[in-house]
T-cell receptor
Framework: DTEVTQTPKHLVMGMTNKKSLKCEQHMGHRAMYWYKQKAKKPPELMFVYSYEKLSINESVPSRFSPECPNSSLLNLHLHALQPEDSALYLC?????????????FGSGTRLTVV | LAKTTQPISMDSYEGQEVNITCSHN???????ITWYQQFPSQGPRFIIQ???TKVTNEVASLFIPADRKSSTLSLPRVSLSDTAVYYC????????????FGAGTRLTVKP
């Protein structure tokens, strides 16, 4: 298995809703990432997990709450989002402590906040 | 972290060779250069990675001069399906904190 699987592919949520994005990989990668991408902009790094521990938080608002329950799974919990949070949310994974020949990205979740 | 500069956009025609240059003047000794391709509403996809001189795989070549302050991604005989955004990233491949994207180059291939 050489894929990163993200669910759902599309999500529409109200500003008072609570929802979660899910990311899964079975490549044995021990680093996982969340990126946010607005239209016609490059992906912006949000969080990095290494060995299931949060290693980087790029000053992301607390309405985004990441979770890494095990080495294969990464979640992003969403609460009280704003319309400007609408974007494509990408998950990626990579090896740790070894030469990375590129990160593996999922196809993303298209989030619309109404 | 080494910052990269690429042309914002490029146009080409089917069958032509396309060269996209990336400038990374403050690249560190241990940094590698990695290129990604991204189609709309998809995640970036790894294309090629190199440290110096020339690297070639089944889809592209990467040329890196001796001073390593720039690199050129070469796509031979492009097709319409190569229309995408191409990102150049510079970082130490053993470091999991270096994956920050620059603006990228939007390549449009015309028939």
């Amino acid at each position: 298995d050489t894929e990163v699987t993200q669910t759902p592919k599309h999500l529409v949520m109200g500003m008072t809703n609570k929802k979660s994005l899910k990311c899964e990989q079975h490549m044995g990668h021990r680093a996982m990432y969340w990126y946010k991408q607005k239209a016609k902009k490059p992906p912006e790094l949000m969080f990095v997990y290494s060995y299931e521990k949060l290693s980087i938080n790029e000053s992301v608002p607390s309405r985004f709450s990441p979770e890494c329950p095990n080495s294969s799974l990464l979640n992003l919990h969403l609460h009280a989002l704003q319309p400007e949070d609408s974007a494509l949310y990408l998950c990626a994974s990579s090896q740790v402590g070894r030469h990375n020949y590129g990160y593996t990205f999922g196809s993303g979740t298209r989030l619309t906040v109404v | 972290l080494a910052k990269t500069t690429q042309p914002i956009s490029m146009d080409s025609y089917e069958g032509q060779e396309v060269n996209i240059t990336c400038s990374h003047n403050n690249i560190a000794t241990n940094d590698y250069i990695t290129w990604y391709q991204q189609f709309p509403s998809q995640g970036p996809r790894f294309i090629i990675q190199g440290y110096k001189t020339k690297v070639t795989n089944e889809v592209a070549s990467l040329f890196i001069p001796a001073d390593r302050k720039s690199s050129t991604l070469s796509l031979p005989r492009v097709s319409l399906s190569d229309t995408a955004v191409y990102y150049c990233l510079v970082g130490y491949p053993y470091n999991n904190n270096d994956m920050r994207f620059g603006a990228g180059t939007r390549l449009t291939v015309k028939p």
